[in-house]
């Protein structure tokens, strides 16, 4: 299987509720490895831009004013089948259908504030990375 990049963003629910750490762990102790981390809020503008593919979305409103709402944490994470993995950790969209165990299951309250997103295909993911950093603020191996 082939080592795959994936962009997480901890959403800002994840955020206020204080729960990076715990979030982080979980990821972590799933094997995927951090490459590059920041903490920012996003602006509206921003918000618009990273989740422009969902514009005719009647919840695309809603969607950028909680992005935008607070601060949020960007995390670029690496590990073989990422992607589909990542997707697997943190569960459905909605956290009701969430499987038992996953992320958004255990910690998110809504559809709307569902605590954390990922990449949804290998390109999407080097695209998403990007948006938050530059090639030289991602590292390039496990720390030894
Ligand atoms: P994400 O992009 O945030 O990782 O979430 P996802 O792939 O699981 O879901 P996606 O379809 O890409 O939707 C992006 C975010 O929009 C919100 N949403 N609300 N009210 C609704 O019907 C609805 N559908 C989607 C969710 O917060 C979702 O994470
Ligand atoms: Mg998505």
Redesign the pocket.
Known sequence: MATERTLAILKPDCVRKELIGTVLARIQDAGFAVRALKMITLSKREAEGF?AV?EDKP?FDE?TDFMSSGPCVPVVLEKENAIADFRTLIGA?NPDEADEGTIRADFADS??T?IV??S?SVGNGQKEASYFFAEHEIVANRAA
């Open positions: 989740y969902h919840f969607l969209t559809i709307s569902n997103h990922g949804d």
